[in-house]
């Protein structure tokens, strides 16, 4: 999740002092809004739950701590001063994945043979994959094994493609011209790893594309230009 939450409320002006509740100290209230200068806070009121602050911006409820330095909303906490999503964070790591227990087998092989490796769950169907590929057309420095997964629930058509990518003679070029160029391939004649390729996600908890995976384990989904992928998988 991005941390534009605060600016979603940035256009509102004015802050009604008055609506806090008379169980927040004056000192409190004032650290509060002091630390969270981006949210216009109309009332400070007391959750119930102990030590947590109810924030009221407009027709929007966060939370805080009494500094006003952790935020939460949408059911993420967020670092205040480093704009850190530090739910994501944690969630990234709770669902950190086993590289080593990847098939590479079972994926297409491309990229810089000593670059950054990333695994990718596509679908030949899926619109934000080709986006992705669009991105990602070129790159350096990047070791990419390509993972074919297609979501046949909503692109029945996924499969097929997905098969005859493999069974191309040269895979990689064919995954592009398939996504990028719309080219209807010749129907497959060989055994392919799809199959395995569904049971694999479902064991690792991936339900969408693109998903992709850093060498360290790392779990993310969507698009990424070059740039932000090759910064994330430096872990930065």
């Known amino acids: 999740m991005r941390f534009t939450l605060f600016l979603l409320v940035s256009f509102m002006s004015g802050v009604a002092w008055a609506g806090d509740s008379i169980n927040i100290a004056p000192a409190t209230a004032k650290q509060i809004r002091e630390n969270i ?32 330095k952790h935020l939460i909303a949408s059911g993420h906490i967020f670092d205040v001063s480093t704009h850190t999503d530090l739910t994501a964070k944690r969630l990234e790591e709770i669902n950190t994945i086993d590289w080593s227990s990847l098939p590479l087998n079972q994926a297409i092989t491309s990229g810089d043979a000593d670059g950054l490796p990333v695994a990718i769950f596509t679908d030949p169907e899926c619109p934000y994959c080709t986006r992705l590929e669009q ?24 499969r097929a493609k997905a098969e005859s990518i493999w069974c191309a003679e040269d895979q990689h070029q064919a995954l592009l011209q398939v996504m990028l160029e719309n080219k ?31 060498g360290d384990g790392r779990k993310t989904s969507g698009v990424k230009s070059v740039e932000q992928l090759r910064a994330w998988l430096q872990n930065k």
């Not at 790893?193 to 693109?210: C, D, E, H, Y």
């Open 37 to 68: 200068p981006s949210l216009p806070i109309d009332a400070i009121r007391l959750s119930p739950i102990r030590g947590l602050y109810e924030l009221q911006a407009g027709g929007q409820i966060f939370y805080s701590n009494r500094t006003g």
């Open 135 to 158: 991105q990602l057309k070129g790159a350096k420095g990047i070791k990419f094994y390509t993972f074919l997964f297609p979501l046949e629930s909503i692109h029945p058509k996924a």
């Open 184 to 214: 209807v391939l010749p129907a497959a004649t060989c055994n392919t790893p799809i199959t395995a390729n569904i049971a694999l996600a479902n064991k690792l908890g991936i339900s969408g594309t693109p998903t992709l995976i850093a």
